[in-house]
């Protein structure tokens, strides 16, 4: 297990006047590191022992919370195998010499691999009290859930989901609104001779949980690859129904779910090509229309928040218009240091939580380690980077996302989550991914104003004189 004291993040607990007496708070995170082998790209909370603490599960493990330093094994851990590697696997340290290294290759070993775990999440699909394990594994494959032995140890037993779990950022949430979540994702139906894409969801028959789960098309037939990025959903008109967001626009809940209608597709370019990481609907500017955040590029650079316009095009379809927080590639070279100097690629994993506790949600994104090994992608090199993005709405309803640096060796999977793992209130932050599994503590305390404005992030250099 290892611990440090990580980059301090600070934020005033009320608006800032210069002269005010209001306190200032200072946000810090302290990484506790669970394991520096690859088992997954995501990472969740749940609690598996029913003592009313949150646990972590990761790959085929879980760790008992809030100490973290108790592992169990769920499910089979050896000789794993997945699309892109196998589990264990032998690394080369010399000439003659070879070590048996446990997981997949990542930042132990030297080649790019893929686990066969994507995606984790906890809830009592079984209906018996205790939170269960849904698991996501590599894109094109099926989706298991894990039925908790309610405390009587070993291996969980495993039940089919779904056959065919398309996209690469599927989520786990109530779209229906009847209180139960539903696996929201694209997948693959043969009709006849071919093999044809739909958008749509999954839920199982709550009386039987373990039959395999019904798919709900919602959208007419298509020709989506496995490999599409981007997913997400959210009330994006402020009809009280939610609509799914995918990279290309967003799909309209209609009024009734009965014999599942096709969904009205709206088409907006939110992240086009290869597509973006989760995607929320949320009222950035406090102007009462819902808005629309993602990255812009999981395996590429930009971060961006999409402004829903008053104005209607001439057949009263809404329109957005762009804001950068980080901007996009644009040719061969990087894009340009955002105005607090700040730039890094691979934002394949993005969450929307109030990290200060002044009412808005803040943006939790950073990058994520060898997408594609250690020569792929852009500066596959660079620090794993961990960010928040803060908040901060103007009276003139202007908008600011202020960077606060969490850690710079850890990143994020296709998956980071936001939430309390260690029951005081404040969002920790959890990450699975080639470094291992981390959960980032958050802790806040009082502090100087002189301490305060030095654990501020500065205005780049070049951009200071045009800052008004």
């Given at each position: 297990?290892?611990?440090?004291?990580?980059?301090l993040?600070?934020?005033?607990?009320?608006?800032?006047?210069?002269?005010?007496?209001?306190?200032?708070?200072?946000?810090?995170?302290?990484?506790?590191?669970?394991?520096?082998?690859?088992?997954?790209?995501?990472?969740?909370?749940?609690?598996?022992?029913?003592?009313?603490?949150?646990?972590?599960?990761s790959?085929?493990?879980?760790?008992?919370?809030?100490?973290?330093?108790?592992?169990?094994?769920?499910?089979?851990?050896?000789?794993?195998?997945?699309?892109?590697?196998?589990?264990?696997?032998?690394?080369?340290?010399?000439?003659?010499?070879k070590?048996?290294v446990?997981?997949?290759?990542?930042?132990?070993?030297?080649?790019?691999?893929?686990?066969?775990?994507?995606?984790?999440f906890?809830?009592?699909?079984?209906?018996?009290g205790?939170?269960?394990?849904?698991?996501?594994?590599?894109?094109?494959?099926?989706?298991?859930?894990?039925?908790?032995?309610k405390?009587?140890?070993?291996?969980?037993?495993?039940?089919?989901?779904?056959?065919?779990t398309?996209?690469?950022?599927?989520?786990?949430?109530?779209?229906?609104?009847?209180?139960?979540?539903?696996?929201?994702?694209?997948?693959?139906?043969k009709?006849?001779?071919?093999?044809?894409?739909?958008?749509?969801?999954?839920?199982?028959?709550?009386s039987?949980?373990?039959?395999k789960?019904?798919?709900?098309?919602?959208?007419?037939?298509?020709?989506?690859?496995?490999?599409?990025?981007?997913?997400?959903?959210?009330?994006?008109?402020?009809?009280?129904?939610?609509?799914?967001?995918?990279?290309?626009?967003?799909?309209?809940?209609?009024?009734?779910?009965?014999?599942?209608?096709?969904?009205k597709?709206?088409?907006v370019?939110?992240?086009?090509?290869h597509?973006?990481?989760?995607?929320?609907?949320?009222?950035?500017?406090?102007?009462?229309?819902?808005?629309?955040?993602?990255?812009?590029?999981?395996?590429?650079?930009?971060?961006?928040w999409?402004?829903?316009?008053?104005?209607?095009?001439?057949?009263?379809?809404?329109?957005?218009?762009?804001?950068?927080?980080?901007e996009?590639?644009k040719?061969?070279?990087?894009?340009?240091?955002?105005?607090?100097?700040?730039?890094?690629?691979?934002?394949?994993?993005?969450d929307l939580?109030?990290?200060d506790?002044?009412?808005?949600?803040?943006?939790?994104?950073?990058?994520?380690f060898?997408?594609?090994?250690?020569?792929?992608?852009?500066?596959?090199?660079?620090?794993?980077?961990?960010?928040?993005?803060?908040?901060?709405?103007?009276?003139?309803?202007s908008?600011?996302?202020?960077?606060?640096?969490?850690?710079?060796?850890?990143?994020?999977?296709?998956q980071?989550v936001?939430a309390d793992?260690?029951?005081?209130?404040?969002?920790?932050?959890?990450?699975?991914?080639?470094?291992?599994?981390?959960?980032?503590?958050?802790?806040?305390?009082?502090?100087?104003?002189?301490?305060?404005?030095?654990?501020q992030?500065?205005?780049?250099?070049?951009?200071?004189?045009?800052?008004?």
């Amino acid at each position: 297990m290892k611990s440090r004291l990580v980059f301090l993040a600070a934020v005033v607990s009320a608006p800032f006047l210069a002269g005010a007496a209001d306190e200032l708070t200072l946000h810090t995170f302290k990484k506790v590191q669970l394991s520096d082998q690859f088992w997954s790209e995501g990472a969740n909370l749940g609690d598996f022992n029913k003592d009313g603490k949150m646990d972590v599960v990761s790959g085929p493990f879980w760790w008992e919370g809030p100490e973290f330093k108790r592992r169990h094994e769920y499910d089979v851990a050896d000789k794993r195998k997945s699309p892109g590697g196998s589990a264990p696997f032998e690394l080369k340290l010399g000439p003659m010499t070879k070590v048996t290294v446990p997981g997949f290759h990542g930042g132990l070993g030297k080649e790019n691999a893929y686990s066969d775990n994507f995606f984790a999440f906890a809830h009592d699909i079984s209906g018996d009290g205790w939170d269960d394990i849904l698991i996501l594994g590599f894109p094109s494959a099926a989706s298991y859930w894990y039925e908790n032995p309610k405390g009587a140890g070993g291996l969980w037993k495993k039940h089919l989901a779904v056959d065919l779990t398309d996209n690469e950022s599927p989520t786990f949430g109530d779209i229906t609104g009847d209180g139960k979540p539903e696996l929201l994702f694209h997948t693959r139906i043969k009709e006849g001779t071919n093999m044809v894409s739909y958008f749509g969801y999954a839920q199982p028959d709550w009386s039987k949980p373990t039959e395999k789960w019904t798919f709900h098309k919602i959208s007419t037939p298509g020709k989506w690859h496995w490999f599409n990025h981007g997913y997400g959903f959210g009330d994006v008109n402020n009809d009280g129904k939610l609509d799914i967001l995918e990279k290309d626009g967003w799909w309209e809940q209609p009024k009734s779910l009965a014999g599942d209608p096709t969904w009205k597709q709206h088409k907006v370019p939110f992240a086009p090509a290869h597509g973006s990481a989760q995607m929320y609907a949320y009222d950035v500017n406090g102007d009462g229309l819902n808005d629309v955040i993602t990255s812009l590029a999981a395996h590429g650079y930009g971060l961006a928040w999409f402004e829903q316009l008053k104005e209607r095009d001439a057949d009263g379809s809404i329109r957005f218009t762009q804001h950068n927080i980080m901007e996009p590639k644009k040719g061969n070279a990087p894009p340009p240091l955002n105005k607090y100097g700040v730039r890094f690629s691979q934002l394949h994993a993005v969450d929307l939580v109030d990290i200060d506790g002044d009412g808005l949600k803040d943006i939790v994104t950073g990058k994520r380690f060898w997408a594609h090994g250690p020569a792929g992608d852009d500066e596959p090199g660079a620090p794993a980077v961990l960010y928040w993005f803060k908040l901060v709405r103007g009276a003139d309803k202007s908008v600011d996302w202020v960077p606060y640096q969490i850690d710079n060796d850890s990143g994020v999977g296709t998956q980071v989550v936001a939430a309390d793992a260690n029951g005081d209130g404040l969002p920790d932050i959890v990450v699975g991914n080639k470094k291992g599994t981390f959960v980032h503590i958050h802790s806040k305390k009082t502090v100087s104003q002189e301490e305060w404005d030095k654990a501020q992030p500065k205005l780049a250099a070049p951009q200071r004189a045009e800052v008004k």
